[in-house]
């Protein structure tokens, strides 16, 4: 492997955004040398599996939406980027413990660290990579940037238990269900706005609107991927689709579906996904794709989805700084491209 690249130290960060404002291409582009450069920090054993999961790529939403929250305070610049690598470290440790989970061999068009290194490595891997995002944390002066760090780790964790434990239960309520997604997904979502907010400097107000707004957009975006997972293409999407129903993992489209079928069809469903084996069947995934047209599934959870984006536009209406609000409704645009994406 080629040789790593070091963290930009703070002068080299600030000659990057000198005299100019922070626009997301740049801070992206910094931020990606800056990630990659972290696992320097790691054990040489350890090093180049960190590299192959924080270099996969991917679109890096938690990272925009810190840069959203804090773009406006030039000074800040070097702890944005760092600020931005922790939530990013989480998030790549969940997508790998997730793998294993899923049994996927297939993450944003490359071969995940589980298929080619296998279980262990994996599981250790992502250990390591929630150590590296609280050791980052704590390089911040005060307790907060960690405590916040720690304790949405912690519920991230907490909301992928639950839907572990509920594999399978396919009468789960929708209320429940929000429960779960507001944990697994949205808290991260909410951190990254927090940890933006606090590093600019930006009072109260900002910090709970933007809060508000990530935990929306979370929520939004764990609908849409629900969506996905049935309805998309592999190839839209780089990574493996199917996954989801094969696993009898507790998704809206699937709670809803059920709650539409008798109880004749329903345990004949059932039994025909449990029996179907590890890997996505394509013969059952079309049969409950067609079911779920048939019972107006994909239009309903559509409409939950635009009820969630349309709250979001609420949210943004509430900022008094027209800049943020611009910034973070260009994330929620992302959602709502990617939808067209699904139903083109």
């Not at 939406?65 to 944005?80: D, K």
């Not at 989801?244 to 579906?257: R, S």
């Not at 059932?270 to 047209?293: A, C, D, T």
């Not at 409704?329 to 959602?335: A, F």
């Amino acid at each position: 492997m080629d040789a790593l690249v070091s963290p930009p130290d703070k002068r080299v960060i600030s000659q990057t955004f000198a005299g100019s404002t922070i626009t997301l291409d740049g801070f992206l582009a910094t931020f990606e040398t800056y990630l990659v450069g972290r696992a320097n920090y790691f054990d040489p054993a350890v090093r180049d599996l960190a590299v192959q999961a924080l270099a996969s790529g991917g679109k890096r939403i938690r990272p925009a939406l810190v840069h959203a929250c804090g773009a406006g305070n030039l000074a800040v610049s070097e702890n944005l980027i760092k600020a931005s690598s922790i939530v990013e470290f989480v998030h790549v440790a969940t997508l790998v413990h997730d793998d294993v989970l899923d049994d996927a061999s297939i993450r944003r068009d490359r071969q995940t660290v589980y298929a080619d290194r296998g279980a262990t490595a994996a599981i250790l891997l992502g250990d390591a990579l929630f150590a590296h995002a609280l050791e980052m944390a704590s390089e911040f002066p005060g307790n907060e940037v960690c405590r916040w760090v720690a304790a949405a780790t912690r519920r991230t964790c907490s909301g992928e238990i639950q839907q572990s434990f509920l594999r399978g239960d396919f009468t789960l309520n929708s209320s429940h269900y929000k429960q779960i997604i507001e944990a697994k997904t949205a808290e991260l979502f909410t951190v990254s706005c927090r940890l933006g907010v606090h590093v600019a400097g930006l009072d109260d107000a900002t910090s709970s609107l933007a809060c508000e707004f990530g935990r929306r957009l979370g929520l939004a975006y764990q609908i849409y991927d629900d969506l996905a997972d049935v309805f998309g293409k592999e190839a839209d999407f780089g990574k493996s689709l199917g996954r989801d129903l094969a696993h009898g993992k507790v998704t809206l489209p699937t709670i809803t579906l059920f709650s539409k079928l008798s109880k004749v069809e329903a345990s004949r469903l059932h039994e025909k996904l449990f029996n179907s084996g590890p890997e996505p069947n394509p013969e059952i995934i079309h049969e409950m794709v067609n079911l779920m047209r048939k019972h107006g599934v994909h239009n309903e959870c559509r409409e939950l989805l635009d009820e969630e984006l349309s709250a979001i536009g609420n949210t943004l209406s509430e900022f008094t700084d027209d800049t943020i609000a611009r910034r973070l409704d260009d994330l929620r645009q992302v959602i709502v491209d990617r939808m067209a994406l699904l139903l083109s």
